[in-house]
Nanobody, 120 residues
Framework: QVQLVESGGGLVQAGGSLRLSCAAS????????MGWYRQAPGKQRELVAT???????NYADSVKGRFTISRDNAKNTVYLQMNSLKPEDTAVYYC??????????????WGQGTQVTVSS
């Protein structure tokens, strides 16, 4: 079994920074794509950023230039550095990992979610 554990959420003021971490543990052969998603009250979950196992990144237009996704493959961990935070960034943030759990078995796992609140 695989578990994703997030940390780093909290309350910050507009313009501030926050760094989220998500570590995967369990029966892991490898991890392909990892990413961060968020869901604000009354809205659907949306993609924030993704990163492949080779380091190629993709960002939502709303966070480009402000957020940076990175990963440490040795630690099975993905990070999200969030700078210049805006009230619109307030949401529950979820990490995701496409985990290889067998020869040809891949399963997407989600973290429990961590609240990020940006005050105006």
């Amino acid at each position: 079994q695989v578990q994703l554990v997030e940390s780093g959420g909290g309350l910050v003021q507009a313009g501030g920074s926050l760094r989220l971490s998500c570590a995967a543990s369990g029966s892991i052969f490898g991890i392909n794509d990892m990413g961060w998603y968020r869901q604000a009250p009354g809205k659907q979950r949306e993609l924030v950023a993704t990163i492949t196992n080779s380091g190629r990144t993709n960002y939502a237009d709303s966070v480009k230039g402000r957020f940076t996704i990175s990963r440490d493959n040795a630690k099975n961990t993905v990070y999200l550095q969030m700078n210049s935070l805006k009230p619109e960034d307030t949401a529950v943030y979820y990490c995701n990992a496409d985990v290889k759990t067998g020869w040809y078995r891949f399963t997407a796992y989600w973290g429990q979610g961590t609240q990020v609140t940006v005050s105006s």
